[in-house]
């Protein structure tokens, strides 16, 4: 599995729970610099962090992808929009959530979220509505 990081790295704590999780093992992870111009339109930017990702097309749509997504909504949106484009279905997603009580603050991982199974089920609501 490959990890596209466009967080805080991750630490190895936090390796381990992905790949027990996921119950496989971590190929790679490419660490991707988010940084956003809030003065300046985000699609030029994003297609410039898109442009950052050493991934073949043939990787976007056959290697095993995870995403730890960037923490400010807008380029989230955005980013699975433009993942669901490339990949042709929505990526897993990671959820880190505050480590209760520790100091200094640590994030452990609370699960891992598979998008196109959301929308999978969401689409099945649908059909089910309209009958």
Excluded: C
Aim: negative net charge.
């Amino acid at each position: 599995m490959l990890i596209l990081n466009f967080s805080h790295p991750l630490t190895e704590q936090q390796m381990e729970q992905i790949a027990r999780l996921t119950a496989e093992p971590i190929e790679q992870v490419i660490q991707v610099a988010v940084h956003f111009d809030n003065a300046l339109p985000f699609l030029p930017q994003l297609e410039a962090l898109m442009e950052s990702v050493p991934l073949t097309a043939e990787q976007w749509q056959n290697a095993a992808l995870l995403i730890n997504p960037p923490s400010l909504n807008f380029i989230t949106a955005l980013l699975l929009a433009e993942l669901h484009g490339r990949m042709g279905y929505f990526p897993a997603i990671l959820r880190l959530r505050p480590v209760e009580g520790a100091l200094p603050p640590r994030y452990e991982v609370a699960e891992i979220l598979n998008l196109q199974s959301v929308r999978e089920a969401a689409r099945k609501r649908r059909y089910a509505a309209e009958r």
